[in-house]
């Protein structure tokens, strides 16, 4: 132990560390066949080792490896969960037509070798296959003919007639999963009865926000500005599709394709500006800190959110409410909480990409931070 205070500068590890790591585990386990045998294969031999010995210390390593084993059956459990349900989805579907009645959520607009096509997510309310109901909490996503224009966000209609078929490409049907998608449908002629529509709907009132939003900066910035501001800041790439893609490509061939990924960075940046602004007026501190609130929940209602976004959108949360009460501030500890809440909406996250980037990069900068500052500390100390 000496040795190791005498090279090595440690840190305070937060007590959700261990537990991230065993669901974490669980959900790595779960790919592997027979997964519950492992783990209990790996938890039973270590606790009857433990209980073998009446000490303190055995019994209390025992019941630390039998609840991080609990916990890693649970990342384990809420995987499988996610893949069974999604597979019973299409086993209910298969080979048949259904209808599908739900809500609209939201409604885009794109064009593929110059067709116009609407794109509608439905909050899924419930599914017939003709003898049997099912209801479930996922979406569906239609990419239909501008026939489906006249549906409004905040309706309750029912699709008749529509086919399920389960993607064979492996990364759309884990990113369908990950994404709470049921299933992706395209048609040019959908056949759809409206059974509601609200004549106010505050998701209604976001998107009608939002749109006019991106209409009015498109007026008003020069091509290149908007290009960037829309898909950057904004978060929508839908828009400019095609542009981004050129773009994308002149990125790509300098090997910083990276700086066009959306990321909790312009949130920052945003939350800076508006910190710098707020020190030229006169009002008490809570309320700039209640103000800076208000801000990033409205910038993020009329922007278009991911993993990233809202990650650090949360940390900014935890942050101003720790100030706000004054409590104590561990950026590690909220940082965890934040990833397994991801991780418990949908185990899937772990395995793409922009969630690895985001939460690693994150944690190893906040982990570099904490050393570099006990080691300075450590310096000036002595």
Request: with cysteine; hydrophobic share 45%.
């Amino acid at each position: 132990m000496n040795f190791l205070k005498e090279y090595f500068h440690f840190i305070d590890i937060p007590p959700l560390l261990p537990v991230t790591i065993a669901f974490i585990v669980g959900i790595i386990y779960s790919s592997m066949e027979y997964s519950y045998i492992v783990i209990a294969c790996t938890a039973i031999p270590l606790i009857s080792l433990c209980l073998i010995f009446n000490k303190n210390a055995w019994i209390n390593i025992g019941l630390h490896t039998f609840f991080y084993s609990i916990i890693a059956l649970s990342g384990n459990y809420l995987y499988k969960n996610n893949i069974d349900n999604y597979n019973a989805f299409y086993q209910f579907t298969l080979n048949k037509s259904v209808d599908v009645t739900g809500t609209v959520i939201d409604k885009n607009a794109t064009s593929t070798n110059y067709n116009k096509s609407t794109i509608i997510t439905l909050a899924i309310d419930q599914v017939n296959n003709g003898s049997e109901i099912i209801k479930t909490n996922k979406t569906i996503v239609f990419y239909g003919s501008e026939k489906l224009e006249s549906l409004s966000i905040g309706d309750t209609v029912t699709f008749f007639n529509i086919y399920c078929k389960k993607p064979d490409n492996e990364s759309f049907l884990q990113y369908q999963i990950k994404e709470q998608i049921a299933a992706t449908v395209f048609d040019r002629n959908f056949t759809f009865l409206i059974i509601d529509h609200p004549s106010w709907s505050f998701r209604r009132w976001i998107y009608d926000q939002n749109n006019r939003l991106l209409l009015s900066f498109k007026q008003k910035l020069s091509f290149n500005g908007f290009l960037f501001f829309s898909s950057l800041f904004l978060g929508n790439r839908a828009c400019v599709k095609e542009s981004i893609e050129k773009v994308n490509e002149q990125f790509k061939r300098w090997g910083i394709y990276h700086l066009l990924s959306r990321s909790g960075m312009h949130l920052a940046l945003f939350i800076f500006t508006w910190q710098a602004m707020l020190r030229f007026i006169p009002m008490p501190f809570i309320i700039k800190q209640l103000m800076l609130i208000i801000l990033s929940l409205i910038y993020c209602l009329l922007s278009w959110t991911s993993a990233p976004f809202i990650r650090s959108l949360a940390l900014l949360l935890f942050n101003k409410g720790c100030i706000i009460t004054h409590k104590s501030y561990h950026s590690l500890h909220y940082l965890l909480l934040t990833c397994l809440c991801f991780l418990i909406y949908s185990p899937l996250y772990l395995f793409f990409l922009d969630f690895q980037l985001s939460f690693g990069i994150t944690f190893a900068l906040i982990w570099y931070n904490q050393l570099y500052s006990q080691c300075l500390y450590s310096a000036l100390k002595y």
